[in-house]
């Protein structure tokens, strides 16, 4: 088993400060700055941690490297752990600030998760505001063995298809590293199409559609035309959503795919070589049955990929990632198999 979700929380923001620059620290100080102003899961709700995740320790879940490994690579037996760190930076609008924090988290996950248990990798964390900025922190640690992708907020400023994007896009390929794509964020537009909700469930039951309109952009804008070694990962966004969006846009292209001849192929072999989805939440129907059709429909035996998305809680159950029983060889290729290739691991 490979696990593509698991959550290292930064204990504090006092955490980063031996990785910044004393004139950031000043800055700190100074500004009484508290860190991005995102929460993707608010305190309140029942979602943010499964029960017993709470290091003995102290701190948030998902802060304790030893804790974090025994309920997860331990507990279930797990080949490899990849790390996301969902300190979204984007949201700080002092983008050199930005910077300074992703490279001291990056700093920061090298010499207190990578070191921590050979198992895990991780994510890298970067300025996505500014891509020129994100490129450079790229080639700072890109390639470091530990790191496999990076990691972006579904929710930005710009669709990522957009060309300001490119130098990201191109980082990431000098180093062989994936590009994720992860659930949240906040870039000061709504998470939906007609403004802003007025409820958390809203906006957490709606981000399905803040991913389908990421994946609209990368193939429409050619990003994958423009670099057609790219991968993405789709993580903690569900999956049951995307047959329906493949129909659509093969559809679509036929009649109007003189808007944009870069396209060559229908959108949905874009979607099968470039993209993978993690499994949690699982937005599956009860039964085996309708779960195969939906797979079969959208090549979900090579596109999913097993994730846990530790500490956060979707179904109340930490050993049952999926509500219905899969044949062993379709559960060995979400469970490890596409994961292997995708990550090139």
């Known amino acids: 088993m490979i696990d593509c979700d698991l959550h290292n929380q930064l204990p504090s923001l006092e955490t980063l400060v031996p990785y910044l620059e004393e004139h950031w620290r000043a800055y700190l100080r100074e500004s009484a700055f508290v860190g ?39 507990a279930w037996d797990l080949e490899l752990g990849i790390l996301n760190c969902n300190y979204w930076v984007q949201s700080v609008h002092n ?32 300025p996505s505001q500014n891509p020129v900025l994100a490129a ?18 579904v929710r930005s400023w710009t669709p990522y298809g957009n060309r300001r994007f490119d130098p990201l896009y191109e980082a990431a390929l000098r180093h062989g590293l994936a590009v994720g ?9 709504p998470p939906t199409p007609c403004g802003w909700p007025s409820t958390y469930l809203e906006e957490y039951a709606g981000m399905s559609q803040v991913f389908q309109s990421q994946v609209l952009s990368l193939i429409a804008e050619g990003t994958f035309d423009r670099y057609p070694q790219l991968r993405v990962a789709l993580i903690e966004g569900g999956f049951t959503w995307m047959p329906s969006l493949m129909w659509r846009l093969d559809k679509e292209w ?16 874009y979607i099968r070589k470039h993209i993978r989805l993690t499994l949690q939440p699982v937005d599956a129907p009860p039964r085996t049955r309708q779960l195969l059709e939906v797979l ?42 596409n994961a292997r290739e995708f990550y090139r691991l």
């Open 136 to 153: 450079q922190e790229i080639d700072r640690l890109g390639d470091h063995p530990g790191f496999v992708q990076v990691i972006l907020p």
């Open 181 to 189: 794509i992860h659930f949240g964020g906040s870039s000061g537009n």
């Open 296 to 337: 079969e429909q959208m090549d979900g035996r090579d596109l999913l990929m097993f994730s846990s998305d530790y500490p956060h809680c979707h179904d109340g159950a930490v050993a049952e990632t999926l509500p219905v029983q899969l044949p062993d060889s379709l559960w060995d290729r979400i469970g490890s198999e």
């Open 36 to 74: 991005p102003d995102v929460s993707d899961y608010p305190e309140g709700t029942p979602i943010p941690a499964r029960p017993g995740a709470t290091p003995p320790s102290g701190g948030p879940p998902g802060s304790d490297p030893e804790f974090l490994c025994a309920q997860t690579l331990d």
């Open 95 to 126: 983008e050199y600030l930005a910077s300074a924090l992703a490279t001291a988290i990056n700093t920061w996950q090298v010499e207190h998760w990578l070191t921590a248990d050979p198992r895990l990798r991780a994510s890298l964390v970067v």
């Open 254 to 269: 036929r009649g109007l795919r003189r808007d944009i001849p870069w396209v060559k192929r229908p959108p949905s072999e």
